[in-house]
């Protein structure tokens, strides 16, 4: 308990607290689109590259999104455990410094959610389960730190782009679901999504710590904070153009012309707008809309290279 505890909300049933929760630290349906988009786009990414016709059997594809999407979950739990001191002295808001929900009680979850993976992979998709394995494997290493936390939390830029790497491997399972589950080898332009990937990562990381001056707070750690405003914010602009270098190569390779060349130069003109306004108007609002515009990102660009080509060759 503390001054942001409510005493109502700690003291009611496990849902309801468990409601609360996933609406501050992982909204449930604002996640759920993404990693669909994430995991049908690999996939379809995948198919698009062989020169596949189709797509998977959707029943295939149901068990890789599940699994997708509780292993973001599980990926927020672990930040729950690996961040737990800092939070505790200078975020008590969130939901487990105020008593709202407990480790231990997210650590249950946890266990519950991995054996509910295991199980659905291994009776519909038993190959999968290597893969699985290997994101599971890496998960474990960032939820140590790697064994040299006190080095990254010292060097920011190792840390990000250590952690990023957890994206690309979980893209890596969601086209496996393709390529890995009917034998034909991975195609080589997988890369290009991969990389793409874990740029999005990148941008969606820095786009949510870019704060307005007002909103910085101690212990808190934004990259607005520490490299100032205009730095940070040209930072998360020259991440997102060399993201799109890498979706242009991609899109290059799956064969989509001009046209998907002119679509991903649209959106990328359209998500790097709120950087400059907020660089000529440096108010909470205009931070806000770099956060959103890294999540329109992200989702655009999965559909982009893979969800929407393969809903056109379907439909």
């Avoid at 005493?7 to 669909?36: C, M, T």
């Avoid at 927020?76 to 001191?85: L, P």
């Avoid at 440096?282 to 929407?308: D, P, Q, V």
Wanted: with cysteine.
């Amino acid at each position: 308990m503390n001054q942001f505890s409510i005493a109502a909300d700690n003291e009611s049933r496990l849902l309801k607290r468990l409601w609360i929760y996933q609406k501050e630290r992982f909204p449930v349906f604002g996640h759920i689109p993404l990693v669909a988009a994430f995991t049908f786009s690999a996939i379809a990414y995948s198919r698009i590259c062989a020169g596949k016709e189709g797509f998977v059997p959707w029943d295939r594809f149901a068990v890789g999104m599940i699994t997708t999407v509780t292993l973001f979950l599980l990926v927020r739990i672990f930040d729950e455990f690996k961040d737990r001191e800092e939070d505790a002295k200078y975020r008590p808001g969130l939901p487990v410094p105020r008593g709202l929900i407990s480790l231990r009680e997210l650590a249950t979850i946890g266990i519950l959610i991995a054996f509910l993976q295991i199980i659905l992979n291994g009776i519909f998709t038993p190959k999968m389960l290597l893969l699985y394995f290997v994101v599971i494997g890496y998960l474990l290493l960032m939820g140590k730190e790697f064994f040299i936390g006190q080095w990254l939390k010292k060097h920011p830029f190792w840390y990000v782009t250590s952690h990023m790497l957890i994206i690309p491997l979980v893209d890596i399972y969601a086209s496996g679901i393709d390529w890995l589950l009917e034998g034909t080898g991975a195609p080589k332009g997988l890369i290009y999504f991969f990389i793409v990937s874990y740029f999005n990562g990148i941008v969606l990381e820095i786009g949510r710590k870019i704060r307005a001056p007002e909103e910085e707070s101690e212990g808190v750690l934004t990259y607005s904070s520490m490299l100032g405003v205009k730095k940070a914010t040209w930072l998360w602009v020259i991440i997102l153009f060399i993201t799109l270098g890498w979706a242009v190569a991609a899109s290059w390779f799956a064969g989509y012309g001009k046209t998907g060349l002119a679509l991903l130069g649209i959106v990328f003109l359209v998500c790097a707008l709120p950087a400059f306004l907020f660089l000529i108007h440096r108010t909470a609002k205009k931070s806000k809309l770099i956060e959103y515009a890294s999540a329109l990102w992200t989702i655009a660009m999965y559909l982009s290279l893979g969800g929407i080509p393969m809903v056109l060759k379907l439909f």
